[in-house]
């Protein structure tokens, strides 16, 4: 795994992580791995699983790590044979969540945390809702607060833990703006990565 970047993606719901990861994704053919995803793959497949994880992702809490962290390892392994790189949506939420990441997966390369006032996103969670056909169970108003509430909690343990690998990005300002930077931290890595492949 040490030739091919891992990104966590950091940053409250609705803050735009996957609008930027969509944008990754096409210009750098990375692998998105989004673990609100995966985990609503598991609620849907119908599982006796799914039905608990619903339960806990309706209350806007935090699904424990060793479901979290096995669904993505899983789909770690299936792709990184051919993957040209992680992007880790999500996750960690807090900071254990990293910690066990990085000893069972693989360090990662670079954290992108989208920062965000709590106002902008709600607005961007219920236009995201308004927009969508697959209504989300957790985009209701008491969820969102609740998982506002979630993120609050852990996000300066997590920045403060990984602080010399993350990039704080200003996520107010429009898709194309944001991507910029998104773009120099990415070449960035990929730059030193190449760097370090050369001197082994
Ligand atoms: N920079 C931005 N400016 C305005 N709207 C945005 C921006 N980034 C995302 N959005 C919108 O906000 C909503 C939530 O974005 P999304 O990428 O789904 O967030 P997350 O994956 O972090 O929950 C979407 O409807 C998206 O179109
Ligand atoms: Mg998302």
Not at 154 to 174: G, S
Request: glycine share 8%; aromatic share 6%; proline share 2%.
């Amino acid at each position: 795994m040490a030739e091919i970047p891992i990104i966590w993606i950091l940053g409250g719901p609705g803050c735009g992580k996957g609008t930027q990861c969509a944008k990754i994704v096409e210009k750098y053919g990375f692998t998105h791995l989004s673990s609100g995803d995966l985990l609503r793959n598991e609620v849907a497949s119908g599982s006796d699983k799914g039905r608990q994880l619903q339960a806990v992702m309706a209350s806007g809490g935090l699904v424990s790590n060793d479901e979290v962290l096995s669904l993505l390892n899983d789909a770690i392994s299936r792709a990184k044979g051919s993957s040209k790189g992680f992007l880790i949506d999500g996750y960690p939420r807090e900071k254990n969540q990293g910690i066990e990441f990085e000893l069972r997966v693989a360090p990662a390369d670079l954290a992108l945390y989208f920062e965000c006032s709590e106002d902008t996103m709600v607005q961007r969670i219920m236009a995201r809702a308004a927009a969508s056909s697959v209504k989300r169970d957790d985009d209701n108003e008491k969820t969102i607060r609740a998982r506002l509430l979630t993120f609050r909690q852990n996000t300066n343990a997590i920045l403060e833990c990984y602080e010399p690998k993350t990039l704080t990005i200003n996520a107010e300002r429009d898709v194309d703006d944001i991507f910029l930077e998104v773009v120099q931290a990415i070449d960035c890595v990929l730059k030193k990565k190449q760097q370090n492949a050369a001197q082994c």
